[in-house]
């Protein structure tokens, strides 16, 4: 594999044996080497085929020196943390926003996430807490102090990195759905949901799932259930099937979507299950 260019420390042009040219990024990978030099591979640690004028270059060579070298850092930190593996198109966006976050507490800049931590922190609190590490590690490493809303946009970026390459702004979509939908179900109740217990995340969990596949549009894989199952619920447990009524109004009249029987029946046992166990 050839040398070609440097872009900064932790980032290089290089032109592998079938004469493709690729970015490298790893600690020093570029460091001292000169056009047509052999590179150490056993440096690189992501690699991306392109062009000379891809995006990916555009965005590697407008990254701090330092970028790389934290991103891998954190992802280093993270991935056994959640245990999920990041992509290297998740690294590039993972770098991308500490790179600008920087930016934006160089410039006395702090986006306020639509005041939805409290959202965040309750709906996905395992990223949130594994975000809380991360800005701790940047801030340390950096000698910087990021604003308290970065938590917020780094839950997002490892709810991601779980959740099947799902983009940040559709993750804060979803967020916002499964507070309203938490919101319904608490005000149908009247209670207080335990955000700690395991049959709500279990239910976070499926709710995220099922609004990733209508947000996306994907059909379902699995084979549809007798109808008269969902019959058997309402009778069986009529609040909750009322309350999952009510949430497929919320859902039709914010996103135009409709629930199928099979998507109503598995609300209702999750409702029952997460209001009979506070």
């Given at each position: 594999m050839i040398f070609l260019k440097t872009f900064n420390n932790s980032a290089a042009l290089v032109k592998d044996d079938d004469g493709k040219e690729e970015i490298v990024l790893g600690k020093g990978v570029g460091f001292g080497l000169k056009k047509g030099q052999e590179i150490d591979e056993s440096k690189i640690e992501r690699r991306f085929v392109t062009t000379e004028n891809s995006n990916e270059v555009k965005q590697v060579k407008e990254f701090r020196p330092q970028t790389i070298d934290i991103t891998n850092k954190v992802i280093e930190m993270v991935e056994p943390l959640l245990q999920t593996k990041f992509t290297d198109y998740q690294f590039l966006a993972l770098a991308d926003h500490i790179d600008f976050a920087v930016t934006r507490i160089n410039d006395n800049i702090d986006i306020d996430p639509a005041n939805n931590e409290w959202e965040v922190k309750n709906l996905f609190p395992k990223e949130y807490a594994v975000a809380a590490k991360v800005i701790t590690l940047i801030n340390a490493e950096l000698g910087i102090k990021l604003p308290k809303s970065e938590t917020t946009f780094m839950t997002y970026h490892l709810v991601n990195a779980a959740s099947d390459d799902a983009q940040?702004?559709?993750?804060?979509?979803?967020?916002?759905?499964?507070?309203?939908?938490?919101?319904?179900?608490?005000?149908?109740?009247?209670?207080?949901?335990?955000?700690?217990?395991?049959?709500?995340?279990?239910?976070?969990?499926?709710?995220?799932?099922?609004?990733?596949?209508?947000?996306?549009?994907?059909?379902?894989?699995?084979p549809q259930l007798d109808p008269s199952l969902l019959?058997?619920?309402?009778?069986?447990?009529?609040?909750?099937?009322?309350?999952?009524?009510?949430?497929?109004?919320?859902?039709?009249?914010?996103?135009?979507?409709?629930?199928?029987?099979?998507d109503k029946f598995y609300l209702v046992l999750h409702i029952f299950r997460v209001t009979s166990r506070q």
């Open positions: 940040v702004q559709e993750t804060m979509q979803i967020t916002k759905l499964i507070s309203g939908i938490i919101n319904i179900i608490q005000f149908q109740y009247q209670i207080t949901i335990d955000t700690t217990s395991f049959s709500y995340s279990r239910f976070i969990t499926h709710l995220r799932i099922l609004l990733v596949r209508l947000l996306r549009k994907d059909k379902k894989k699995n019959s058997f619920t309402k009778i069986k447990y009529n609040k909750a099937y009322e309350t999952a009524e009510r949430i497929a109004t919320y859902l039709h009249s914010k996103m135009g979507w409709t629930l199928d029987s099979d």
